[in-house]
């Protein structure tokens, strides 16, 4: 039986991609039609610039984009809208953590000879790494990295070990890219919490099951990328909690960073526009919005059930094949995101297992997928990885598995 939803997708007309099997929605997902309208249609018949009060459609745009904040803090759970911040997507807000918070700490604690570390995991994506190393070679600070246990999953009490009174920031992913289970984080940040120490969370593959509460995780930052939720490429959101985004000096400066501005005098300025920079990416911000729309008017209970009966399916099948080599044994229960399986088939190279399965018109991605270090230490420095999303169907699952077959009865020789 097809996907209900294969239909919202315009991809798979005739006249565009009908036989594509689409087995990477972790590394972006389709974009139904409803995303792709709404973002045609404030293109071609409202788009102007957003400054409120210069003519009517500027007036518009202000409304929309502040409803726009006022749905993203309600799908997040936020207390208030301006601690929602617009971003250009989640290594752009990673990076503005880096800068805008981070950097200010590491040099007051620099300034007063005190030591800092930073506590990141094992499993993070080069997003959620490099932003921090570099800070960290820069002033001299540590970066504790939070070994991951059985389930592959952070392990809390060696976590709870690493922090001391110089961490000045947990930095970990709600779910990897790579092994795709979620990770404790309510009781990651709830640790965080009791010694006072400042926690940014990457929702980028957690995202999509839209059941993310900042308010009841109690982290003080959550960041995520549009186009991992169906929406557009090139837009984002995080969530600042008030008290930290007050304190927060930004690393960019521009328009509408200020209230006032005099030359010689310091800026005033306003939340949290002063992280956004000006004109922001209004049309990404239609597409996030109709794609917030468009899964819950679906009802996510039904989508993520939807894509765990996919995945037990397809981890089950996988398993089946007596040379499929998990990077991480996924076990049945665990909540899985993009459904994601990352593996490699015994002895092959899995560049050319990537080309074979692209020739049965099979989209998957291949190589560490911006987890060089976590693929180290599982000892291996590639990997396949293919991952679900509502588009896909147990045909798909099937197909994959035959062509796998084929794959390594064409090659393991
Ligand atoms: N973190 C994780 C866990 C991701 O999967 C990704 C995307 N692959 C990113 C960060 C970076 O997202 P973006 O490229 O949209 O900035």
């Known amino acids: 039986m097809q996907s209900p939803w294969k239909q919202d997708f315009p991809i798979f007309l005739p006249h565009a991609h009908p036989h ?12 139904p039609k409803h995303v792709a309208d709404a973002m045609y249609h404030y293109q ?11 003519y009517q459609l500027t007036a518009y745009l202000s409304d ?27 290594t752009d807000a990673l990076n503005m953590i880096a800068y805008s918070y981070l950097e200010p700490q590491l040099i007051k604690a620099k300034q007063q000879e005190e030591p800092s570390n930073i506590v990141i995991s094992a499993a993070e994506h080069e997003a959620n790494i490099l932003p921090w190393q570099r800070l960290a070679k820069a002033y001299g600070a540590e970066l504790r990295v939070i070994p991951l246990n059985a389930k592959g999953v952070i392990d809390l009490a060696k976590y709870t070990a690493l922090l001391d009174k110089h961490t000045r920031l947990v930095a970990i992913c709600h779910s990897s890219n790579v092994i795709g289970v979620n990770n404790p984080v309510e009781q990651i940040c709830k640790i965080a ?18 059941d993310v509460n900042v308010n009841s995780l109690d982290c003080d930052i959550y960041t995520f990328s549009a186009h991992k939720l169906y929406g557009p490429t090139g837009c984002g959101v995080a969530y600042i909690r008030a008290d930290l985004l007050e304190v927060m000096r930004p690393y960019q400066v521009g328009g509408a960073a200020s209230i006032s ?26 597409g996030l919005v109709e794609a917030i729309d468009y899964l819950t008017d679906m009802s996510s209970q039904k989508l993520n059930d939807y894509l765990c009966n996919l995945s037990a399916y397809m981890h ?31 002895g092959l190279n899995s560049q050319d297992v990537a080309g074979l399965l692209d020739y049965e018109g099979i989209a998957v991605s291949v190589g560490h997928h911006c987890a060089q270090s976590l693929h180290r230490l599982l000892g291996v420095d590639s990997s396949v990885r ?14 994959l598995v035959s062509a796998l077959e084929s794959a390594y009865r064409v090659m393991a020789v």
């Open 386 to 399: 293919v991952s679900l999303g509502i588009y896909n169907d147990y045909k798909d699952v099937d197909h």
């Open 64 to 90: 929309l984009i502040e409803q726009a904040r006022h749905k993203l803090a309600s799908f997040l759970g936020a207390a208030n809208d301006s601690e929602i911040v617009f971003t250009r997507g989640t």
């Open 44 to 54: 071609c018949y409202m788009h102007a610039n957003n400054p409120k009060g210069l």
């Open 20 to 31: 594509l099997c689409y087995l990477d929605s972790a590394a972006t997902c389709l974009t």
């Open 316 to 346: 089950e099948r996988l398993n089946l094949l007596p040379y499929f080599q998990p990077l991480f044994p996924i076990q049945p229960k665990q909540i899985i995101n993009h459904s994601i399986a990352c593996f490699q088939l015994n």
């Open 193 to 210: 919490r009791n010694k006072n120490i400042v926690t940014v969370i990457d929702g980028a593959q957690s995202i999509v099951r839209c």
């Open 261 to 286: 501005q005099h030359i010689n005098e310091d800026l005033e300025q306003r939340n949290p526009q002063k992280l956004e920079l000006n004109t922001v990416n209004i049309v990404g911000i239609v």
